[in-house]
Every structure is written in structure tokens, then in C-alpha cells.
């Protein structure tokens, strides 16, 4: 199968991907004794394969290409307005970013009309693509090939490998034999396969099973995906069902011939999976081809696109991909777009300066004091040296989460002095939990666990695209008290730019079952504009900020400010030392 | 927690919110362990130290930011030192180090005179140029107030201005505050609760017990 793999990717890069191929993929399945949480990309590259197959190995490069796939190519969208104040945690070079207030207000002036009031995160509109034709006519190698080219993070290959039905005992003495049938629709449970893509679409965690061909059976692992931007269905029905196929924004059908597909079956079956010739031929003749014909093939009138000939015909495959990235793209601005344009309405848009006054429940804005001003002073100061950024940041941040847990319920208790006296008093309610935004946010674990020393802490991981500034989750793995009835969460991230990536997380919370009222943004500097479309988004989230700092604080001849942290993830960089 | 309104000037009382009275209810426990009572303690003690150091001046400072752009913020002024009333005031120096690293600590040891049942003053060493500081007196309980009065003492007799003295305690008696009022009415009291009275004992009521015994481990 290796080869197979190969011949459709001629670039030299591939190759040299292939044979420097790390054995952590395989882990990646093999690990889920228990239920994983598997994300795109949470190996910092994009892709999650879900695949299974016979004997593991001819998936193996599959994985392998997504592990070292580089992250970004070239082939990305242009700025777009708006986009300058990139949430990236990669963190822009201070010097390198330059603001322009006119385009800025330009573009706030055209976007006024059409103000959004509710976030969608754009895994609840993944781009769908099927792909379905016979056994050995390259599908597989068309979908590594779409996923390695559109390379977005949270990319998810759906294999309907996993979704065989389990097999009675009977009927797996006829599937030993090679007596049983595996080609005809029945045999895969669609159904299931539909409610794992309606599930990620939906904003929920999908559930794929695992298949053992030596069992026949499902195992007890269940691969979790949650959050999905491109799913990417592969299997030789991949079309039969309507349900399904209605899910798919794009359907498309690999037409090899059945004398190619026999030869490459063959080859596998034999060289890869162990099994004799007589025994191959003798279940392609009586069922591989015959439902080919009979199922496979008809689903083809269902598809948007035919590519010929399978993964040789390189022409159609580049014009799908085209395609696939015009969509993609389209997508990326329409999510990009609606972050712009949820502002604040109410308060009278962006010509009207925030005033936390008017978000009396939502806003907690710590009260200025001498120490407070000088600890700014001293973290904006290019000259402070690391120790003491490290320590006044640990202060105010201390001071952050102790404000923060002033608005958590308190429930009466009556306790006894050592006096022996009787005394009513209150007690906390619950226990929260913490979610780090990686990496401005783990800026407050030293801080927080000084306060509440066994707190749980769940991590994010959200970048924003380097040029497009649309953010990317690309990983997320949270405590499991997290689907508790009515936890309390406090979500940090050291500063609030664009507001994107907070706004990504607390979706990720509310898709783990967190109302948004338990959840308490802690953030030391947050932008009058990202700040805005948080409350706007969400109107029962609670936030506690340090400092916001206000757009007419921008020196309008200059078009800097001294305020260096309006588009700037700083507070990270000089914490952690990597500026 | 009444609180008499004539007693309530140049004292700095900690916002009472639900999450400070959560602090107090576990450090009021009689059943508390002493590895929480430390713990808790120290939150307090922290929050009391930080409304202590905001009462200290600054004077404007332009600084530059990592952009090259100037910018006028403020820089803390004056030098400060901490004076613990020991054995339970030892307890807050740590709390004092986490918001200043390398501050002075001076100490003062006063115990009751067996023979006149008064407050003795019987060791303190501080730092040199203590005239020239703002000086966080540092003493958990204020009940009757003996000892924190013969502390100021000390400190004024060695040339600290009563305005720039801050006493930090976790909770005080009315009986408490005024009498050290009395004595010195410009000093600042800050502390995170007041209880309502003192005991027969000379105990705060309902208080927290023996903070020094709860702390230190007897």
C-alpha cells in the first residue's frame, strides 16, 4: 500500500516526510484504551486521521504525512481589514506591527449596519466533502491528498472502516472463511456514521468506533472528536446513504477502473495483510465486484465531481482541491467577518467609548489604585528586568483571581470559634475549575495555584492563522469535572486583543455543557474592541479585566499608541522569556 | 459584624464580600487544620497588604514601552519596612515578602509583666534608618490593644512619623481600635474584620482563637 501512497505525491518533500516518519501516529490510535479526546492537530499539525484498518501499517504513512506536514504554506488568503490586530500567541514582534486607525475606523463605519449579535464558531459549519467509489480506486489517497494540500487545522478523516457492523458469532466463522459479505451497504453502520458528522456539526464531541478485522467486532476504545472545520469522509458507500449525503457540502466519486482496482486489491491484500491469492480472488469475484456494480457504482449519479482514473488523474484532483480551498477560504472570511462585526449595538457601536458601567453584571474592571498604576507602569517598561516583570505580573494577577472569585456563590454556614461561640458566616458554593488559554494564560498559574492550591486546570490551545488572523483551535483538553452539573469555570488569558480567542474558548466551554453564566473571563489588558465583542457574543459571561485600554488612547498623529499592548501579545513573551 | 461608626475613622476596613467571609469562616473554625488555618491566613494576609501598600504615594515616571513610545505611568515612592510584634506577627512577614521581596523586617518583642500584668517591652532590634521609612506595623489580633500601643511607642521614640505608620491585623475589638485611636488617632488601621466586642477574658468575640497557637504549630 506504501507505494501507493507515494506515487500520487511526487514532491520531493513528501518523500523525505515519509521516511523520517516518527512512530508517534500510531500511537495515536492505539493509545485509546480508555475514551481519547483525539483533536486535529493536537501534535501541533492539523490532521486527525481516524482510520482502521486490517493491520495498521498501510495507514501508517497516512499518519505520518499529517504529523510532519509543516503548518502553514504560503497558499493563504490575503489581510483582510481588521485584521491587523492578530490574536496570534506566536506573538508578533512588537516593532514589526503598525496600525492603521483610519482603515480601522473605515471599516467599523461599512460593518455598522450589520451588526451579529451571536457567535458561530466555524466548527458548527465544517465544510464536508464525501468521498466514495470502489474497493482499491484510490480513495484514500485522494482524501490524504486534500487533507495534506487545504491543511487547516481540525481536519477530520471519517473512514467508514470503523463503522462495520459487529458480527455475530456465525457470522464471523463465515467472515474467517472469507464467506461473509463486507461489501454490501448493510454491512456498515451508516446511521451511526451520520450521527457522529450531525454530532460534530452540532458543536458536540463525536463518537467513532473502533473495528477489529481479527475480532470482527467493535473494541472497547472510542475515538472522541470533537470540534471538526473539514471532515472528510472516505469509504466505498460513502454516498449510498441520503441522510449523509445531505450533510455534504461536497460529493465526490472515484471512478478507476475495476481491472486497476483488482490489481491494487490484490497487491494489498496479499503483500499487506497476509492473505493468499485464491482467497482474495475468491471474495472479489463473488462479492467485491458484484456490489460494486450493484452499490457502488449507482452512487456515482449522487456525486458533484467523477474523477477518472483515481489518484492518476492529477489534473482533477488539483482542480478539487482549487475548489475545496476557494471554500475553505470563503469560510475563513465569513468567520473573520463576523468576529468584525459583533459590536456593540447597544452601547452605541464603536463611536461611543465602553463604559463598564453599562455591563454592570458582566464587566468587573479592578479599581485603579497607586499600586495598580505602578505595576502597569513597571510591566510596560522596556527596560524592567524579567524578575521583576515576573513578580509585579504574579502580584497583579494574584490580585486579578482573588476579584474574580468575589461574584462565585456563597451558601450560609454556621461554624464554632475556638471561643466555643457560635458564628454564621457564608462559605463558597462550589469548586471551579481553570482553563488556560495557551500561552498567555498560564501566565496566571503560579498566581492561581497560590490562591486555590487544588484546582483543576484544563488547557486551550488557539492560534490565529499568521496572516489571516482567523483563530484556529488546535487543541483542547479540560478537566473532566467540566461536564459537572454547573461548574464554575475561570478561563484566562493574559490580554484580550481582537477578542478572538476568547471568544473560541468560551464556545468550547458552552459545547462541553458550561453555562455561560458560570464562566468568569480573567484577562490583565483587554482592548476596548476585543472586549466589546466578548460581551457581545455572550451576555452572561463575566469578565474581570486589569486594564482596558480604550481606543482613544491611540495617538491619532502617530497612529501608535504607548500603550504597547493594543495589538500585542506581550505579557506571555516577556513572562516566558521568548522576547 | 456591627460596626460603631465613631470608631470607623483611619480605619481601613477590607471589603467585607462573600469571598473574604469564606477566607474568615474557615480561619474562625475551631476544627480547622492548622495546614488551612496557614494557608487561608495568608490569603488574608496578602489581600491586607495590598490595601497597605496602596496607601503609599508614587510620583509620575515616564518610562519606555517596548514600542520606543513614552509613556507616564507612576513609580513607587519611598522606602518602606515591616515590624512584626513577635511571636504572631512573624506570621504576616511572609505575606509582606510576596508583595515586597527584599523588605526590611524589624522586631519587636513584648510579653506581660508577670509582677504588673502590663505589656514589657523586652528586645527590639530595627532597622537603622527606620525614621526615614513607611513602616507596616505588623500584629494579627488587636484586642485590647496593649502591646500595639507599646510597639508604636517604640517606633515613635525612634523617629517614625505617626502618618506614615499603617498597623495591618486580621481582626479587631472595638475595644481594641480605640484605645490605640486614643494614643495614636493618625495612625491607619487596616484589618479584614472587626468582631463585636472582647470577651470577659480580654478575648475577641467570637474571634479566631490564639492566632499565634493556631499558626505556629503548639
Redesign the interface.
Known sequence: MQHQFRSPFPKSSLVSELSSASTSSSSLISNSDVETTLIAANKTNATVPIAQHEQGQDQDPLHNIQQNRPRRRSSRIGPKNGSYYSASSSAPS??ATSLHLDSHAASHAANSEAVIERYTPPWTEPYIIGIAGPSGSGKTSIASKIIQEINTPWTVLLSLDNYYKPLLPEQRKLALTGDWNFDTPDAVDLELCYQTVLDLKEGRKGHVPVYSFTEHARTQDIITVYGANVIVIEGIHALHDEKLRSLMNLKVYVDTELDICLARRLSRDILSRGRDLAGALNQWGRFVKPDAERFVKPTMRSADLIVPRGSENVVAISLLIKHIKKQLIKKSERHLDMLDKLTDAVNGGMSVKLDPKNHPDQLVVLPE???S??I??IL????SSRDDFI?YFD?IA??LV?KA??S?E?KP?T?????????R????QDTPIAVSIIRSGDCFMHSLRK?L?EIAVGKLLIQSDSLTGEPQLHTESLPLSISAKNTKVLLLDAQIISGAAVIMAIQVLLDHGVREEDISVICYLANEIGLRRVLMAFKKVKIVVGVIGFRENINPD?G?????WFRSR?IDARYFGT? | MSTPTDITSNVLLLEQTNQLKGLYSIIRNKNTHRSDFVFYSDRIIRLLVERGLDQLPVKQADITTPLDVTYSGVEFLGKICGVSIVRAGESMEQGLRDCCRSVRIGKILIQRDEETALPKLFYEKLPEDIEDRYVFLLDPMLATGGSAILATEVLISRGVKPERIFFLNLLAAPEGIKAYHDKFPEIKIITGGIDPKLDEKKRIDPGLGDFGDRYYCI
Do not use: D
Not at chain 1, 415 to 423: M, R, S
Not at chain 1, 560 to 564: G, H, K, L, R
Open positions: 512588537l516593532s489604585s497607586n499600586q498604576k505602578g502597569y507602569t510596560l517598561n522596556k527596560h513578580f502580584r494574584t490580585t482573588n472569585l468575589e462565585h456563597f454556614v461554624i464554632e470559634t475556638p471561643l466555643n461561640v457560635q458564628f458566616t457564608v462559605e463558597p490562591t492550591p502617530s501608535e499608541n504607548a500603550e504597547v506581550f522576547s
